[in-house]
């Protein structure tokens, strides 16, 4: 089976067991490591391996062709994309500035821009889009007026002495009292998904039964992290709803699109796709 997901700790952890032949009459993985900008992309156009961890963001634009699984993602709290600025600033501020962000389809530019909409007096100047690892140091030089960082940003931005003007995870869940949908694993219809949830499950099930069974794996995919900050992604992105979205989980994914559709960043989601049965 033909799978996709992020080279990030809290995806090789998930999926380790899977991938390494430990799940019992699970098929064998051919595995792609690649940014979830570009699994957006494959699985927009159809083009996609039959399973892809995507942007809960992404989500609408893919839901004939593929299922949402109710394991395996990432959603939490306390875990949400933060807005940097270089000094102190307030949200008013940022009218009419030049801010970047790592992507257009994923939550964490959906969750700025509905709080832009609510905080930002006549709205965002320019939103430059810049690769995750090139926007602290152009927060830091002056290049840009501020930057949406996401992950391990969150636990490394004091190293470049910037300043935190709002954390959208604290936002979002003051406004909503519900957790932040971050990434997604989906499955092409056509699949048995029911035992492609079943296997996820245990593949996450597993790596908390043998949390050092993963470490070397995690560690040779994690983009030069330490093992402290690795384990510190882990802890916060892996969590009760990757084993199981649950009412809030699904409650947080209907909430987030169905804002983000009334401000016009994605199309309106047809509920029946959104939740599968089997």
Known sequence: ????????????????????????????????????????GWAASGTGPEVLKISYAALPWVLDEYALLPCGGALGRGCGPLVLTAGAASPSSLSGRRVAVPSERSTAYLLFRLWAAQHVPGG?????????????????????????????????????????????????????????????????????????????????????????????????????????VTQAHIGLYVNPYTADLGDDGYAAIRGLLDRAAAEGLVPKIDPAKLKTSW
């Not at 090789?12 to 993985?29: D, K, N, R, S």
């Not at 501020?146 to 709002?166: C, P, S």
Request: proline content about 7%; some cysteine.
């Open 124 to 228: 965002i100047g320019e939103i430059l889009v810049m690769p995750f690892d090139e926007i602290m140091p152009a927060v830091k030089r002056g290049d840009i007026d501020a930057g949406l960082v996401i992950h391990e940003a969150r636990f490394t931005y004091q190293n470049y002495g910037l300043n935190l003007l709002q954390d959208l995870g604290n936002w979002w869940e003051a406004d909503t009292g519900l957790p932040i949908p971050l990434g997604a694993i989906i499955a092409r219809r056509s699949l048995d998904l029911a035992a492609i949830a079943r296997w996820t499950r245990e593949s996450v099930e597993y790596a908390w039964a043998h949390p050092d069974a993963s470490a070397a794996y995690v560690l040779s995919h994690a983009q030069e992290m330490s093992p402290e």
């Open 1 to 40: 089976m033909n799978i996709a997901f992020s080279p990030c700790p809290n995806d090789t952890f998930v999926f380790h067991a899977w991938v390494h032949g430990l799940i019992p009459g699970a098929p064998e993985l051919d595995v792609t490591y690649a940014d979830i900008d570009i699994t957006n």
